[in-house]
């Protein structure tokens, strides 16, 4: 299964305070808009978004169809692909793609920890 870019997406209290924790290791602002209250930032390979008052949790994101600097793939598993090749495995999704569409589409799991896996694809 090709998964495609990986990030984590935390839940931050403060994004601000946030953002400049995170550049003290090395990270600078890659996309987003603080005045949005979300930010995604990159050291290297290594890409950790924040994201304030936006979900409960922090969430493991995966990203078919891109690499770590949003570049479009030649080759990859698109999102349906991968949702139904863990429905065979008989993994739990707590949110589908309609297995009809094409392009931009998501699923969310849940990994035996309560951790939440966002499978996100945007092309």
Not at 43 to 70: H, V
Not at 104 to 113: N, Q
């Amino acid at each position: 299964m090709k998964l495609g870019a990986f990030s984590v997406s935390l839940n931050v209290k403060d994004i601000k305070a946030s953002k400049s924790f995170y550049e003290k290791l090395g990270f600078s602002v890659f996309a987003g808009d603080i005045e949005k209250n979300y930010l995604i930032m990159k050291n290297e390979n290594s890409l950790i978004g924040l994201f304030q008052g936006m979900f409960d949790n922090n969430i493991l994101t995966f990203n078919p169809g891109w690499d770590e600097n949003a570049n479009t793939l030649e080759s990859f598993d698109d999102v349906r692909e991968i949702q139904e090749q863990l429905k065979i495995q008989n993994v739990a999704l707590e949110k589908g793609a309609d297995e009809n569409s094409s392009g931009p589409a998501s699923i969310v799991l849940i990994d035996p920890d309560g951790n939440p896996i966002l499978i996100d694809q945007h092309v």
